[in-house]
């Protein structure tokens, strides 16, 4: 199996070493050039995210599009390099290198689980992929994320109750996005 991880660096060569342990051929996005065979599981891993800004809201919106929608567009390269059939991990652990500003961890686990269903979405619209997309908590060791890579097995320290985790049988786009928006609650 080849494995493409990304994230923080140090991260990223200690999973790189447990997936070769086990088997696997761990490999980078600089080691996907044209040609390069598809990739059977992609581990995406957080980073810590420098603070920019003077006020906390200027830092939280760096922390924000600096780090866990970056994530969105990391995936937008790698979604091509997938096999038809490819695990896909996202761990948790984007922080902020300021350690004062706010922090809502459901809300960055739900901004995660959003990029889960998005990735979902776009497999099965191109049909005949089956790909496995996973939350997983950055409590887990190497170990334990590469089973979950070569097993498909969910997380269930990521999954908030009475939140579907898959996109059934033939659900659209659009039945997924009703899912989605239905749990977001507005207060005034």
Avoid at 37 to 49: K, P, S
């Amino acid at each position: 199996m080849r494995a493409l991880i990304t994230g923080s660096t140090e991260r990223v060569e200690a999973l790189s070493k447990a997936f070769e342990y086990a088997g696997s051929q761990a490999v980078t996005l600089a080691d996907m050039g044209p040609g390069c065979a598809a990739v059977e599981c992609y581990v995406q891993l957080g980073f810590t995210v420098p603070a920019r800004g003077d006020t906390v809201v200027r830092r939280v919106r760096s922390f924000l599009s600096d780090g866990l929608l970056e994530r969105f567009a990391i995936v937008e390269r790698v979604l091509p390099l997938l096999a038809d059939s490819a695990t896909v991990l996202l761990v948790t652990g984007n922080q902020s290198s300021e350690s004062a500003a706010p922090d809502d961890h459901a809300a960055r686990l739900m901004i995660l689980r959003v990029l889960a269903h998005a990735i979902r979405a776009d497999r099965a619209d191109q049909a005949p992929r089956h790909t496995w997309v996973r939350v997983i908590s950055d409590d887990r060791t190497d170990a334990e994320l590469v089973e979950f890579a070569t097993s498909g097995q969910k997380d269930p320290t990521t999954i908030p109750p009475g939140v579907s985790d898959e996109i059934v049988g033939g659900a659209s786009y659009q039945d997924w996005r009703t899912e989605v928006m239905g749990l977001f609650q507005v207060e005034v």
